[in-house]
């Protein structure tokens, strides 16, 4: 007798535990999050693994969906707090992606994380209107999202 997808050797053991554990991957799971003039609306903690992130710009002015993961040890506070102080970042970020919307629209495309355990990670928006303008992330474009543990 051949093992079935879970290494079982029987049907009536494949029934049992297809119902109550055998994973089967469907893809990379969804989060969507909106951003308004000046902040996200979107999930606080997601689960680990491959997430691909929606963004939608319900504000009035051009607005982008930054992820940053956080390194080990800073909190999205202390990242904010430099964020709005223009203190430098570069021991604050291990890694980031964008995605970017004029007003009124929505991406089409999503960006694509493999989101780790444990880890911390912030959205955050660093346009500005103009030339010598505050950069949204300054007006509290800036969220941060936690990624449970396994």
């Known amino acids: 007798m051949r093992a079935g997808p879970c290494g079982l050797r029987s049907w009536g053991a494949l029934l049992l535990v297809g119902v109550i554990g055998c994973r089967v991957s ?3 799971r969804e989060a969507s999050y909106v951003g308004r003039d000046f902040a996200f609306r979107g999930p606080d903690t997601l689960p680990p693994g ?3 992130f929606r ?3 319900a504000g009035t002015l051009d607005h982008e969906l930054g992820l940053a993961l956080l390194r080990p040890g800073v909190t999205a506070a202390q990242a904010f707090a430099a964020e709005r102080d223009g203190a430098s970042v570069d021991s604050i970020y291990e890694a980031d992606g964008l995605l970017y919307t004029p007003f009124g629209t929505e991406v089409d495309m999503g960006l694509t994380v493999d989101l780790q355990p444990g880890r ?3 959205l955050i928006c660093t346009l500005e209107d103009g030339p ?3 950069p949204h992330v300054k007006l509290g474009m800036f969220k941060g999202l936690v990624v449970r543990p396994r």
């Open 26 to 28: 469907a893809g990379p």
């Open 55 to 57: 963004f939608k710009n």
């Open 132 to 134: 010598k303008q505050t």
């Open 50 to 52: 491959p997430t691909v």
């Open 120 to 122: 911390s990670y912030v």
